[in-house]
């Protein structure tokens, strides 16, 4: 009798459970599907905060990991340097982007929502 052993729950299997997908992408959808039904796009914009931002704060904490790696503090006969520096640059790609929606939504829903207040409808 062969024992097996299972490999331990990592964070990308605790998001990809159905709860954990509701929470994150349940929002969201929520605030599209209204958006859609109400014709004003600005009640999306939430939305993409709700996504940005806990992205933006996961791949800000993974670059601090990386940091440790690139400072010299870790031994380089872990992982190839290569595999590290794409890992690098994706996780950094992923940060501008993911900060540049969190700014850009921000700053939309701050300008559309003070619009509406102003003109007393929905400008998007």
Do not use: H
Request: hydrophobic fraction near 50%; charge should be neutral; proline fraction near 7%.
């Amino acid at each position: 009798a062969s024992s097996r052993t299972s490999p331990p729950n990592g964070l990308l299997q605790q998001l990809l459970s159905c709860p954990a997908l509701g929470v994150i992408l349940g929002p969201p959808c929520a605030m599209l599907l209204i958006a859609r039904t109400s014709n004003c796009w600005l009640l999306s914009l939430p939305g993409m905060l709700w996504l940005s931002l806990p992205l933006c704060l996961g791949t800000a904490a993974e670059i601090l990991k990386l940091w440790s790696y690139w400072d010299g503090r870790v031994q380089l006969t872990e992982d190839w340097p290569g595999l590290k520096l794409a890992q690098t640059f994706i996780i950094v790609l992923l940060f501008a982007a993911s900060l540049g929606l969190l700014f850009f939504a921000g700053a939309a829903c701050i300008s559309g929502f003070r619009k509406w207040d102003d003109e007393g409808s929905c400008p998007y």
